[in-house]
C-alpha cells in the first residue's frame, strides 16, 4: 500500500493558519475601533459604511481560516496515524529472511 504524499507539513501550515487567524482577530479589533472613531468623530456616513464593508471582509476570513486550522488539525491527526501505521507494518516484517526466502521459483 503506497502511502500519500504531502507537499507541505501539515504541522507548518497549522501554525502558520493560526498566526493568520490572529492577526485576522486583531485587525477586527482595529476596524471596529475606526468605525467607533468614524461615528463619534465624523458625520460622513461613508467612513462607516466603508469601515463595515472591511469588517464583514475580515470576518469572512476569520471564518476562512477558522475552517483551515479545523482541517489541517484533521489532516495532522490523520498523519500521525498514518505513520503509525507505518511504523506497525514495518516493525512485523521479519528482516532476517531474504527477500523472497518463502516463493519458489
Known sequence: MKLPTLRRDPTAALEKARADLIAAESALAGLRGKREAALVESDDLELVQL???QITETRRTIDILNN??????????????????????????????????????
Not at 80 to 99: E, F, N, Y
Not at 100 to 105: L, M, P, S, V
Open 51 to 53: 469601515a463595515d464593508g
Open 68 to 105: 483551515r486550522v479545523a482541517a489541517l488539525r484533521v489532516s495532522s491527526s490523520g498523519l500521525v496515524q498514518q505513520r503509525a501505521q507505518r511504523g506497525s507494518v514495518l516493525s512485523s516484517i521479519d528482516r532476517t529472511k531474504p527477500l523472497g526466502y518463502d516463493t519458489e521459483i
